[in-house]
Every structure is written in structure tokens, then in C-alpha cells.
């Protein structure tokens, strides 16, 4: 198994809503991390959780709450987004910290009305 | 800070046919890794090949190969015998290997399109 599996694959939120995206993986990575990509721009990173720890923050708003429960799932939560939170957001894992072989989620792609 | 630049914005090739993508970056680090992601239309970003900067050996991967220019700071990829697969955006990484590393620094990416 080789997959980064997110969920759900479309939403479509109100700035008063409360959701999460869920990602999964069973390839025994221990780091993982969530990027943001908006519309023909690269993906910026979010979130590195290694060892199921919050490694790195980059400056992203409360608004955005990551969680790792365990070694396999990766949560973020969302909470009274803006428009301009609109865009898909990766999931990535990898077997370590350095993220030579990282793989990537097919995304969620979030859109707040 | 690192830097990452793709100058193709877009391009085309005809199926079959080679083409080269090209990546220059920037880096006052000596030990690093590069990459090329492709992502298609499905959205998944799928890694195409890795180059770790101390090796001379330019990296290649069936049909995809990679020239590695490491005293200019170029990275181009080539895809060779282009299927119509390939039509993707693809993008070039840099990724320092010291400790803590965990970011990667992309390009803006290249739009390939690959023509019947």
C-alpha cells in the first residue's frame, strides 16, 4: 500500500462552519504534512507533524487546527474560514523527517462561501 | 533562503517526440536534493525522479532523465518518447538535507501539454 488516502475529495463550506479534512496512510511513515495550493501556484507548506509531534508551524492562522491522533492519521480542522481559504489542500507522508521520498494525497479541494 | 525558477511557464511536445523542462535554483547549501513532481489533472503531486547534489551521476528513471549542472545551479528534466500520459503540470523542488529539513521550496511549475 502506497497511498495517501484524503477525505472528503470536494467541500464546500460558510465562513460559520466548523469541518475537517482527514488523510490516512499505512506505509508506516512517521512524518507527515498538510500544504495548501492555491490555482496554478505551487503548494506551500502548513504543518510537519514528525513522530506524531507539531515539528512545524509556518505561520499558518488559528483558523487552521492540525491534529495527528496516531502514526497513520493526520487531521485538519477548519473553523471560520475566509474566501480566500479557498484551494486544495496536499497531504503528504514520508518514512522520516527528511522527506526524500515523500508521497502525496490527491487533495482536497475546499471552497468557502 | 533557497530559490527555485522555472522560466517555461507552459509548453508543447508531439507525441513521441523529447522534450526538456528547465530548472535553475539558488542555494548557498552544498549538500541538498532535487526533485520533479508531476501533477496531472487528477491533482495528486507523484514524484518523478531525485537528484542528491553530491552525486556526479545524473539520475534517470525509464523514459525521464535528468541533467544536473551542479556549478551553474541548473536542473533540467527530459522526457523522452513523450505519451500523451505525460500531459501534467510539473514542478521543480529543492530541499536542503541538514538536519530538520523537512520543506520542500518549489518552482512555479511548467504546464506540459503533449499533443496527438
Known amino acids: 500500500d502506497t497511498e495517501v488516502t484524503q477525505t472528503p475529495k470536494h467541500l464546500v463550506m460558510g465562513m460559520t462552519n466548523k469541518k475537517s479534512l482527514k488523510c490516512e496512510q499505512h506505509m508506516g511513515h512517521r512524518a507527515m504534512y498538510w500544504y495548501k495550493q492555491k490555482a496554478k501556484k505551487p503548494p506551500e507548506l502548513m504543518f510537519v507533524?514528525?513522530?506524531?509531534?507539531?515539528?512545524i508551524n509556518e505561520s499558518v492562522p488559528s483558523r487552521f487546527s492540525p491534529e495527528c491522533p496516531n502514526s497513520s492519521l493526520l487531521n485538519l480542522h477548519l473553523h471560520a474560514l475566509q474566501p480566500e481559504d479557498s484551494a486544495l489542500y496536499l497531504c503528504?507522508?514520508?518514512?522520516?523527517?527528511?522527506?526524500?521520498?515523500?508521497?502525496f494525497g490527491q487533495g482536497t479541494r475546499l471552497t468557502v462561501v | 533562503a533557497q530559490t527555485v525558477t522555472q522560466s517555461q511557464p507552459e509548453m508543447s511536445v508531439q507525441e513521441a517526440e523529447t522534450v526538456t523542462l528547465s530548472c535553475t535554483y539558488d542555494?548557498?547549501?552544498?549538500?541538498?536534493?532535487l526533485f520533479w513532481y508531476k501533477q496531472p489533472p487528477s491533482r495528486q503531486m507523484i514524484l518523478v525522479i531525485r537528484q542528491e547534489a553530491y552525486k556526479q551521476q545524473n539520475a534517470t528513471e525509464n523514459r525521464f532523465s535528468v541533467n544536473f549542472q551542479k556549478a551553474a545551479k541548473s536542473f533540467s528534466l527530459k522526457i523522452s518518447d513523450s505519451q500523451l500520459g505525460d500531459t501534467a503540470m510539473y514542478f521543480c523542488a529543492f530541499m536542503n538535507s541538514g538536519a530538520g529539513s523537512y520543506q520542500l521550496t518549489f518552482g512555479k511549475g511548467t504546464k506540459l501539454s503533449v499533443i496527438p
Open positions: 507533524y514528525s513522530y506524531e509531534k507539531l515539528s
Open positions: 542555494t548557498s547549501e552544498s549538500n541538498y536534493y
Open positions: 503528504a507522508s514520508s518514512p522520516s523527517q527528511v522527506n526524500t521520498e515523500a508521497f
